[in-house]
């Protein structure tokens, strides 16, 4: 790349001018003198971008102080003929840092034209960029560099590759909300049949005894739809990807966003959402307890609770998804940093929302073959440790919301309140204590599996001390087995 500034006119210099100029060629010129043709030389791109718009596109350097707004103008508006050839850069010359809308650099009439697959670069370092460290840069600038060839070369520009991207990233977004929907359903059902088949919390004595037998039922369709749902709502994310689909640089990358704890809380702050339905809960069943009695309110309440869950349950996926976009748990590295990331690529390109719609009708046409042959390993689930685990939290708090409930609506009647206010006084203790049993119940699901495995080795660390501390066997005769010689005489007389 040659730059070429030229003058058609001998003009005194100004103290600004002087450090303008001097910034171009690195060389002083007096004030006063007669300003000079600037001859054509070899200008990186890191001063060219910092002549023409005060930022490095190179991060390896360090930049120099910026030109005042006054003499860079100054010195510009005297330079009357610019001459820029590109064809000198060398193809490998990309330079990470760049904004994305780096394709042109203008000064006046004149523009500098940055290489396709430069700009493509540029914007797949900001797309792994979270992910870059010291220890990785490397390996994560022969993948990039990679891909920026392979994009280049099939005729991708920036503009399309976003485009692109970003058509995933809805496509993954509305995916999610639709898989929360779904996956919740068996819950809201749950909900229905406890208040419409009385029989099924016949068996209880008490309130609490009454709101653990929900909590169990309710753990229990939950735990058995997840697994029969589990097929046909699995792997329709295309922004997401395992560890054992992703490039070594990758699957390491992506192992350091897994902070479990942090995604516990934010899987249990997603899952307010159902409290959010228990304040609608709230404003609704006392009003209709008002006007039509609170057998009505009983009825509305019950549906409010079963139409609602699979309603807060697509919320709940919505807010966890954008937890994971903020973390950099999902996005488009995860489709470029897969090994195969070109052929998902292609099929992104080419997918259209008709397409996902026909894929989802698909996945439903096949729900009866999977509840016929998922039910039964459903049932098994339910007797793992971590289905005994989280069920026995829900049921627990479940147990807690309903004697607290009870408690409230009976001090509500001594203190002569009616129906409507006792109605309104129950909805809003049973708000109030179920957001801490959504938060607990969700955590637990997250948490369970690490809690078990550490439960799991202390308790063979124990078993390991107690078998070394037993003093040894004291030693046992040996036996040998002895040879009798054949008798060779015939039976008795």
Known sequence: MNLDVLSDEEKKITFDEQLALSRIEGSPIAEGSPLPLIPKAPVSRRKLSTIFSGKYLGSSSTAKAPLSSTAESSAMARATHIEIEMSGMLADEAEPTAPLDAENIRLGEEVIQIPNRDSISVQLHEIFAPHINEGNHEAFELLIGERAIRLDAKGETPESIHRILSKGTNMDRVAQATVGYVRSVPFGIASRLLDAKQVLTAAAKTPAQGGAIAGVFSGAADTVGAKILEKSTGNTQWMKADAEQLEPVMAEAKGATGNLMKQALEISASFQTYTGRNILRNAVVPAVAKKAGAAAATGVDSWIAAAGGPIAGSAAYVAMNAFNEKNHRV?????????????????????????????????????????????????????TAKRILTNGVLAGGFAAVSAAKAAAGIAAKKAGMDPASISAIQETVGTITSAPVFAAWTMTDVLADTAIDKAGEAANRAGNMIHQSNPPMAARAEYHVIDMPEDDRGPAA
């Open 331 to 383: 996005g488009p590295e995860y489709l470029l940093g897969r090994p195969d990331w070109e052929a998902h690529f292609d099929r992104l390109k080419n997918a259209t929302w008709t397409d996902a719609g026909i894929n989802g009708l698909k996945r439903a046409a096949r729900l009866p073959v999977d509840i016929a042959t998922d039910t039964l390993s459903g049932a098994r689930e339910l007797l």
